[in-house]
């Protein structure tokens, strides 16, 4: 009787079912370190990333597009919950784990009908939840015969380079590892373009004959700006000699020689021929150069531009590879294709590498879609929007609910090519990590539509940043405290505690406004 019964259902259930087949799917590509000045439909100026340029070309480029918390872990939990970094749990990288029991975007797409997989960089510690398929690297993987975790447990070293064995396992997982029958996302993560930029060896001549321009802020002085004159990501102080700039000398220790020498240890005897044969002579004609000062600091920063660069075109290569499978496969009608990457990066403004700071080169973080047929938008968003938004959108997209726990909101809206009236008109940042590497001082502050920037440096400093970011984009003169500024700067206080108080951050308690 009751077999009967669930046969006279079947009918009824399949519109459903073909339904659910057509539901957009997700391709999430994000990448480690990746800033908007290293792309060319951002920046012209340095590289041409045409693959990545080809899925701007197709959908739509957010110019306005930003990070909650600008480190890897917090972003990536950010991006995972649609949660800011003090509702989520997961603050920093150094004493973080993630609570993988909370609520997830890939769980809620899970409920909706979707398969979920995650391959590359993840980096929150504990064991990926939410997944039907997930193959990770331990914390922030190798480029070289990296190894991989396994869903049971146990680890496989992948021969070759990390960026082209994770759009592999991405290409394998999407043909033929998933349930076709069901939408599905896929969060490819790679470890490109994250420090220590080691090239893949048919791109390490690659660049070289490239002087790239020097940022006309790179001897800042940091005057007005006690939390950045503290830091420790200074290209000429900071930057290892052997570890980043690969001049390894054996006679000469430097911090990071041996973490160098384990890292390139992993290459096989082919490769690492050719490594050592491109990178020693650069080290002699170094030695025979004698460069001293302002000498050693440009070279320390053409060689950082240049080896990023190279990893980065292994990079844009195998987004070109992920983006020719889909079409291949005629997956891209139906396909919604993010890039992003988990925070910007400093190519020497300030003087600097890494990120951390609220200012625009690493608070901000590229982001641009390929759009699926019924998705209307081309071009540029002008929108704010930030990596608390990415979990609500997918769940929009999916056609699930979007719990009201949610802080991030839906980008689908503007997908669609609407402009949403009452869209937010200000952002909210709040980085922990210290003290830790890089020494980049604790700070919260608020962006706002209109280009007014105030942050707040606390913990074992209390110092305040005010910036009109159309008279000053570079965020070099410090405005707070300055006569004029007062109603500015009351206005932005407002607006700060409007939104702690919105997102719910208890530091308000320890600072009031
Ligand atoms: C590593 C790097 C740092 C970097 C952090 C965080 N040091 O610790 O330079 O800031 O990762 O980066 S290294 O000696 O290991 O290269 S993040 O993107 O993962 O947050
Ligand atoms: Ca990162």
Sequence with gaps: MEKK???????????????????????????????????????????ETPNLDRIAENGVRFVNSFVANSLSGPSR???????????????????????????TMPKLLQKAGYQTAIIGKWHL??????FDYWNIVPGQGDYYNPTFINMDG????????????????????????????????????HKACHRDWLPEIKYLREYEDKTFPIPDNFYDDYKGRKAAAQQEMNIYQHMDLTYDVKIYDPNVNTPLKNTYLNM????????????????????????????????????????YMRDYAKVLKTLDDNVGRTLDYLEKAGLLKNTLVVYTSD?????????????????????STPLVMMLPEGLKARGDIEQMVQNIDYAPTFLDIAGAEI?????????????????????????????????AEHMVKRHYGVRTEDGWKLIHFYRDIDEWELYNLNEDPKEMNNLYGKPGTEKITKKLRKELKKLQQQYDDPILDQFPL
């Design 154 to 189: 146990s680890e496989t070293i992948e021969k070759g380079y990390m960026t082209n064995i994770v759009t592999d396992k991405g290409i394998d997982w999407l043909e033929h590892k998933r349930d076709k029958s069901k939408p599905f996302i896929l969060f490819l993560h």
């Design 403 to 435: 719990p009201e726990d949610i802080q991030g909101v839906s980008l689908l809206p503007l997908l669609k090519g609407e402009k949403p009236r009452n869209w937010r008109k200000s952002l909210y940042y709040h980085y922990h990590e210290y003290p």
């Design 125 to 130: 510690v504990s064991e990926p939840t939410g």
């Design 5 to 47: 019964h669930l046969f006279m259902l079947t009918p009824l259930l399949l519109p459903a079912i073909a339904g659910a087949q057509e539901r957009y799917n997700i391709v999430y590509i994000m990448t480690d370190d990746h800033t908007a000045q290293m792309m060319s439909c951002y920046d012209n100026r340095y590289v």
């Design 77 to 103: 939990a950010c991006m995972l919950t649609g949660k800011h970094s003090h509702i989520n749990g997961f603050t920093n990288n150094e004493h973080g784990i993630f609570d993988g029991s909370q609520q």
């Design 343 to 363: 925070q910007g990066f400093y190519m020497g403004e300030h003087g600097w590498f890494d990120k951390r700071f609220m200012y625009e080169e690493s608070f």
């Design 264 to 303: 390139i240890g992993r290459m096989n005897s082919a490769d690492r021929a050719k490594y050592d044969y491109f990178y020693d002579s650069l080290a002699i004609d170094f030695k025979a150069r004698h460069l001293e000062g302002k000498a050693l600091h440009e070279y320390k920063y053409q060689r």
